[in-house]
């Protein structure tokens, strides 16, 4: 591939991009495959007969839980992007009180599973609550308590773990852009906000996209807050198809309804995007920030800091507070190995994860084709899919893959394919539902890359994948980091593929949590949870170091 | 940097690859391990599994999940399969394991003699280990037990804004409604289930605990919970102005559900399985069963724990508890039908 002659376009050209695009195509079908691989699963359950289930659904669960879902996920969309890009524009682009502190510890919600955040704010504001109880004993109940509902109290707790995936996303945007444009805007006459309203926000735009596409992504699939709140929702209508009406292909098929939904979503918004460039303005250095005046600077902390108080420090406490009370009857020695396994797990799968994702939007982007794009889209459509669901549709094919196998080579050891393949299977399941976390930071850092660095460096004599180490790697460094922390965290806090595809001693702390809550055991299942947060905040607080340095 | 970064995953991928072997040698010496997939919870479990290897020195080797995606799980390995013993809570998912064939019937005159019939598959796949009540709890304060009469009460003009229950998403509810359509028929229990909607105090609780509290708090008055529930509140507090009332045999009895196991269609170690099974239904493993979590033993000889019996006696209803089984989607259906959430 990489050729340091000087050669002529005309010569050579056509047989290397003849190999190189069947290179690619290779590599773009062989991560599509195993990534979609639930999704194949799904569409060939569309041919089943699930009999009167759907009239059911139909008649009595669906018309609710569509509407329930289109508010989740237009609120959920909505408040992330407010809160994610201001937080965001803030850190970036000002100077003010606590700002370095901010600048990382905004990222902390995301460390703290939604189904825990959910349970604290729900023990802590319900009727037989602290809140509820002072209220009615000490204040003799002026007026019955206001109750949000079910409804706002899942786009409330969802909107508050997921908006850090904006925030982070979205605030390399913004440091990439540096403050070049933005003196750029001044000096048209445009004021900061202005300027951040005409140039940075549309400049912004495929990060802020990738960022609430993510949090759209995840509460659709999200199962653990909208049970604790008893909201309806499209997830819950197909666990109710599966657990509830034991049919698993109606569940498969209404997963199906619930991507075939994002992807129409995805796609107008690129259609709408049209063939507008998003390529950076070639400088990443950040000259200073602007010098908020005393009111603002107090208003930005107070800002900053109430966002932080009530996504992370209010339920953080609570759940200290549970697992200082059950400590001493929960703790044990094998709380080390669930940390261990929940470290590695996380490690392992951010690293295969990310380096996946890189090859695939390069490979995507050097390939040109829409059925590439097609096959990305696809591979990374699984995040939306409900997690039990997802892990159920990979394994299914693992599973028979592994009995041909048995067949073929005549092999009765009769291990499951959980343990033949080591970490191999759970790893490649976390793959097929996490691609699109590291794809989507990745793929729109890329997309600013300009193409005439490419091709002055194809003039230069680098190419094919040596292009990519040499040239977009450096470039991209940021975003990747950005997309191995989210994996990574996501990954601290997954359950469902864990239980299903993990060998034997392999429980992490999510599967600590799982025994503990199935048995009604919320308090006792604070300590892992306060592990999970304390893990997770190790590499939030490192790597963040690491891209304020870069 | 890149470079670097690239070993080092490929050498971690590696020690992943080579910890399964290490799993091999270490249990080739004792006794040949007893697989189990279990969705009782860990900590439920592994006492028993403990005190079993102690007992008879058998290793066994678990794994956890939720109850339906161990059975698809256990289909999709079909005869590749490591587990010799499914372990689930909730006789609708049992039922539900036998209807798709992932379990073989197993004969043994141990668990004739301690598991009644009525707590067992009727084809000998799977047999109960605990038996779990679901009954009525009210607010002592405001109530006797003279004043409750059943679960079909409950849906009378008198209870109206007076009672709290859990979502019709947890399957023991699906199961109780399940027994009713089976004792009653489709359109009585629909009847009663909209009685219920009607008198409801509040929404839908998410969990039975959240649902006892709300009565100590005066939500609501009655509510029908697991008794394991009200036993680990009882626990913390002797005074909770809340009690059990058991429905009488007149009115069908009081709803059971049941934890149990039965040996795996494609068993590596069927007999391991069984010996396992039966030593369950036995003394020890039966307190320790009920015992940690406050149930009642399948098996009737055994007594349960001392605050379990300070409830009182019930009777239970007399049908199979597969039937939940059997009934469970249309259960489902009919409480979508009647609004109840």
Known sequence: ?550 | MNTKLIVVACLLFLCAACGKNEDDSESANVATPVVVYSARAEQLIKPIFDAYTAATGVPIRYVTDSEQPLIQKLKAEGATTSADLLLTVDAGNLWYAADQDVLRPTYSEILDANIPLHLRDPDNAWFAMSVRARTIVYDTRLLKADDLLGYADLADEKWRGKLCLRTSAKVYNQSLVAMLISELGERETEIIVRGWVANLATEVFSNDTKLIQAIEAGQCQVGIVNTYYFGRLQKENADIPVAIYWPSAKTGGVHVNVSGAGVTRHAKNPDGAKALLEWMSQEAAQKLLGGDNMEYPANPAITPHPMVEGWGTFEASAMNVAQAGFYQADAVKLMDRAGYR
């Open chain 1, 1 to 550: 591939m990489v050729s340091t002659a000087i050669r002529r376009p005309s010569s050579r050209r056509s047989s290397t991009t003849r190999i190189s695009s069947f290179f690619y195509r290779s590599i773009i079908a062989l991560i599509a495959i195993v990534a979609g691989a639930p999704i194949i699963v799904a569409t060939l359950a569309l041919f089943v007969d699930t009999g009167d289930i759907w009239q059911h659904l139909l008649v009595h669960v669906l018309p609710e839980a569509l509407k329930n879902t289109a508010w989740l996920v237009a609120m959920v969309a909505i408040l992330t992007a407010i809160l994610g890009v201001s937080l965001a524009w803030l850190v970036s682009v000002y100077e003010f009180g606590g700002r370095r502190f901010f600048n990382w510890a905004l990222l902390l919600p995301m460390a703290m599973p939604a189904y825990v955040m959910a349970f604290a704010y729900s023990s802590l504001f319900e009727f037989t609550g602290p809140v509820q109880t002072f209220w009615r004993d000490i204040l003799g109940n002026p007026f019955d308590f206001p109750d949000i509902g079910a409804r706002w109290a899942s786009i409330a707790t969802l909107s508050l773990v997921l908006y850090p995936y904006v925030f982070l996303i979205v605030r390399g945007a913004f440091a990439s852009q540096g403050l070049r444009s933005l003196e750029v805007a001044q000096s048209c006459g445009l004021s900061p906000i202005r300027g951040f309203v005409r140039v940075s926000l549309p400049m912004a735009r495929p990060f802020i996209i990738a960022g609430v596409a993510l949090a759209v992504m995840e509460s659709l699939a999200d199962f653990g807050t909208v049970k604790t709140f008893n909201y309806t929702t499209f997830t819950t209508a197909i666990y109710q198809a599966w657990y509830g009406l034991f049919s698993l292909n109606a569940a498969l098929q209404l997963s199906l309804v619930l991507i075939a939904i994002i992807f129409v979503a995805l796609v107008l918004e690129r259609y709408l995007r049209g063939e507008a460039m998003y390529t950076s303005s070639g400088t990443h250095a950040v000259r200073g920030r602007i010098r908020l005046s005393r009111r603002y600077a107090w208003f930005a902390s107070g800002f900053c800091g109430a966002v932080l108080l009530v996504a992370f420090l209010v339920p953080a406490a609570l759940i200290v507070q549970w697992s200082a009370a059950t400590f001493t009857g929960e703790f044990d020695q094998r709380y080390w190995q669930f940390a261990a396994n929940s470290l590695m797990l996380a490690t392992l799968a951010a690293t295969l994860i990310t380096v996946v994702a890189l090859i695939l939007a390069y490979a995507v982007r050097r390939d040109d084709g829409r059925f590439a794009a097609l096959q990305a889209r696809i591979a990374t459509l699984g995040y939306a899919i409900p997690g039990t669901v997802l892990a159920v549709g990979f394994f299914v094919p693992v599973a028979a893959l592994s009995r041909a196998m048995n067949d073929y080579f005549g092999w009765h050891g009769g291990e499951t394919i959980a343990l033949q393949g080591g970490l191999l299977v759970i790893l490649l399941a976390y793959l097929s539902r996490y691609l699109a976390v590291a794809h989507s930071p990745v793929e729109s850092a890329l997309s600013r890359i300009k193409p005439g660095i490419e091709e002055a460096s194809r003039g230069l004599g680098v190419s094919g994948l040596g292009m990519l180490r040499k040239v977009h790697m450096p470039i991209l460094s940021p975003a990747l980091i950005t997309a191995a922390l989210l994996v990574f965290v996501d990954i601290m806090k997954e359950l469902p593929i864990t239980l299903m595809t993990r060998p034997f001693g392999w429980d992490t702390l999510a599967v600590r949590i799982f025994q503990l809550t199935t048995e009604g055991e919320w308090q006792r299942a604070a300590l892992p949870a306060v592990a999970i947060v304390l893990v997770g905040l190790l590499p939030i607080y490192l790597l963040n170091r690491q891209n304020e340095n870069a």
